[in-house]
């Protein structure tokens, strides 16, 4: 329990969280990482490299710092850590490495006269009270997963059932349980953990669950990237046949329930989650605003699996926007006639496409300048910020 005093000094704090927490937590990260091999599987060495897991780590201490007094209005970001903590499954056992490091870190980046023994204490009791409820909301979500049908904890072996190419990046797998259990279900927008060892190395990696859940098998559906090492690895290693070890579905970018309009948009292998999305929204009789950016048409996936959705159901309008004419398209008539509109999207051609009432769930992910984009867009057509949500494909980060 943190005293009064304590706490008046994790405050004092604040404005050196504000400049220099970055190098707080970049110096905390490399201590970790090189002195606790144990703990490096489960961190992303690209999100240590472009800096954006130290960012987010450092906003998180910032904040908890600022609100040392009112824990609950942390809601949301709690939510957030926790949910990526039991994606990849951080465990009670690793928390006494990381609040080593970082108390090691404060004393090392502040130096001797800031970093007095108080300081050092009063952190150390902040860290305590923030594990506790870190350590508690994640146990309690790993022991509910596990006490379910079709629900487990740690890592499952998976078969992938089929692969199929979505397009010349994006790759899907199919996946069933290989021990011929029951599945558990999921929220459309849920994304799993996997556990993959690439040259003997082992990683952990998080892809967005891109089918409806259906019972009986998982779809993930993974964009190569050039260099990268999971996805590299699935697209150009794993066979049908193979086995891939998954952790639990979690996250909160999930589908609201109700009866408002769905608007989806997404820009390139961002469209994952929102298929899944899709899906669940077309059972009912919500409309649904479909909106889908590619560079072109060579690397847009599931294009025909949209459409055909659109013959389907009246309640679907789906829309895609190309950066660039597809050089070696299927398409013969050229990217520009198979897309809806090419280059920059304006607030009128969107306008055009959203709902004639603002009063939507709206729901968008892609590269981050792209979610920028949206996000500002959508508040300049009078969407209200409450009922817009958004996911990133790595550490979280500011859009404004
Ligand atoms: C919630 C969530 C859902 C996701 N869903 C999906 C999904 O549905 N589909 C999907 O495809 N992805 C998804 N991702 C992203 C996915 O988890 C991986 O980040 C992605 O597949 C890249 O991993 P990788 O191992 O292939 O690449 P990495 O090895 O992580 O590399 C990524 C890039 O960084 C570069 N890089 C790597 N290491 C370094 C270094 N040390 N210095 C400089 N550059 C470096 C690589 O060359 C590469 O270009 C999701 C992520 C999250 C958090
Ligand atoms: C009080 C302690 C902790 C706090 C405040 C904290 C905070 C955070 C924050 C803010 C994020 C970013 C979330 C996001 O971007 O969505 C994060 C992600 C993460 N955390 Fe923690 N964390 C703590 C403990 C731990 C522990 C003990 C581990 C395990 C060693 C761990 C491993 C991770 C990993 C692997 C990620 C994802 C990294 C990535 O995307 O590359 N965290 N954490």
């Known amino acids: ?12 704090t604040v404005p050196l969280l504000q400049t220099g927490g970055e190098a707080l937590t970049t110096h905390f990260y490399q201590i970790m990482l090189a002195e606790h091999p144990e703990v490096r599987p489960f961190f992303n060495q690209a999100h240590q490299a472009n800096g954006d897991q130290p960012r987010a780590l450092a906003n998180g201490v910032l904040m908890y710092a600022r609100h040392i007094d009112q824990l609950d209005q942390l809601g949301g970001l709690l939510a957030q850590i926790i949910n990526k903590h039991v994606s990849l499954q951080i465990e009670a056992a690793h928390y006494p490495i990381v609040g080593a490091c970082l108390l090691r870190a404060i004393r090392e980046v502040l130096g001797a006269e800031i970093a007095t023994d108080a300081v050092i204490d009063a952190w150390a009791a902040a860290y305590q009270q923030l594990a506790g409820i870190l350590i508690g909301a994640e146990e309690k979500i790993y022991a509910d997963t596990a006490a379910v049908p079709g629900g487990w904890r740690g890592a499952r072996a998976f078969s992938v059932a089929r692969k199929v190419a979505e397009s010349d990046e994006i790759t899907s797998f199919y996946l069933t349980p290989q021990d011929g259990g029951a599945l558990l279900g999921f929220k459309p927008g849920q994304y799993i953990g996997l556990r993959l060892v690439v040259d003997g190395q082992e990683i952990r990696r998080n892809y967005s669950l891109s089918a409806a859940p259906n019972g009986w098998d998982y779809r993930i559906s993974v964009k190569r990237e050039p260099g990268g090492v999971a996805s590299g690895y699935l697209h150009g290693q794993v066979r049908e046949g193979d086995t891939l070890d998954l952790f639990p579905p979690a996250g909160e970018f999930v589908l609201a329930e109700g009866d408002k309009p769905v608007v989806l948009i997404s820009g390139g292998v961002g469209i994952t989650p929102t298929l899944a ?10 409309p649904v605003h479909f909106i889908h950016f590619a560079r072109n048409r060579s690397v847009h996936a599931f294009r025909e699996a949209v459409d055909a959705r659109q013959a389907r159901h009246s309640q679907l309008q789906h829309f895609y926007v190309y950066d660039e004419p597809a050089i070696d398209s299927a398409d013969p008539a050229g990217s520009e006639q198979a897309a809806h509109a090419t280059g920059r999207l304006s607030n009128a051609q969107l306008a055009a496409w959203l709902p004639a009432s603002r009063d939507v769930d709206a729901y968008f992910l892609g590269p981050k300048p792209f979610m920028r984009q949206v996000k500002r867009q959508l508040r300049e057509l009078g969407v209200p910020e409450a009922q817009t949500r958004h996911e990133f494909f790595g550490p979280a980060s500011a859009l404004d």
């Open 277 to 286: 999305m899709l899906d669940v929204a077309l059972q009912g009789q919500r």
């Open 1 to 12: 329990m943190l005293t009064p005093e304590q706490r008046t000094i994790v405050k004092s």
